[in-house]
């Protein structure tokens, strides 16, 4: 019997979820990589858009007040997350629809015109990175993209220095591999070419990178 994955709650390993969303805020200069996010991804009606590590849902939400016509699914493995995620939308007057999962269980959840997640993977332990990752491009639709915004590798010493308070939230286990380049490596592998980020903001504790890789047909072919 396959063991059950863990994960390490949105806010780290010491703080409550629900100082998660003030966190971030402080911590990542959050209105401007999601506000990029945002312009990258660029929902259009009739979509469905896949949000993995939907953690309190502050992207989802900002994706549907963007284009209404839209359909956007949450999924995330934390049940308090998600029940923050829930009062958040019905405050916004949103709809959206939020599945318990890990980000390995998102191809039930596809097809998806576009798959997104953000500040999720380096909490991740890496065989559970490369299965999430993988399962996002497996639920890429036909012609689909997949969006990661997370930290990778660092833009300078000072930033690798300031990545060491992540890794003190978080573990550094776990955030090792993308100060090494692992997200680079990771989706250039499933993309089926070369990756680099479409956008970089250095802020207090670290470089945080967007990557935009469309799907590779091949690729899907053999994870599917």
Do not use: N
């Not at 396959?2 to 959050?30: C, I």
């Not at 660029?42 to 993995?52: C, F, M, R, Y």
């Amino acid at each position: 019997m396959s063991e059950t994955p863990t994960f390490t709650p949105a806010a780290g390993r010491f703080a409550s979820t629900k100082l998660y969303d003030r966190g971030v805020a402080l911590l990542t200069r959050e209105r401007r990589w999601r506000s990029a996010l945002l312009d990258l991804l660029d929902p259009k009606a009739g979509e469905t858009i896949l949000d993995v590590g939907c953690g309190t849902g502050s992207l989802a939400i900002v994706m549907k007040q963007r284009e209404p016509q839209a359909t956007i699914i949450g999924l995330d493995p934390d049940g308090q997350a998600l029940a923050i995620a829930r009062e958040k939308a019905a405050v916004a007057g949103v709809s959206i629809e939020w599945k318990k999962g890990f980000a390995q269980d998102a191809v039930a959840c596809g097809p998806a015109d576009k798959v997104v997640s953000s500040l999720v993977f380096h909490q991740v332990p890496l065989e559970g990175k490369r299965a999430g990752l993988a399962a996002m491009f497996a639920a890429a639709a036909p012609g689909g993209k997949v969006f990661v915004a997370d930290y990778a590798r660092p833009t300078s010493w000072f930033m690798r220095q300031a990545f060491r308070i992540i890794q003190l939230i978080d573990g550094q286990t776990d955030t090792q591999p993308h100060i090494d380049g692992f997200l680079e490596a990771e989706l250039g592998k499933l993309g089926g070419r070369t990756v680099s980020s479409s956008y970089q903001l250095d802020t207090p504790t670290g470089t945080i990178s967007i990557f935009v890789v469309p799907s590779s047909e091949d690729i899907m072919k053999g994870l599917h």
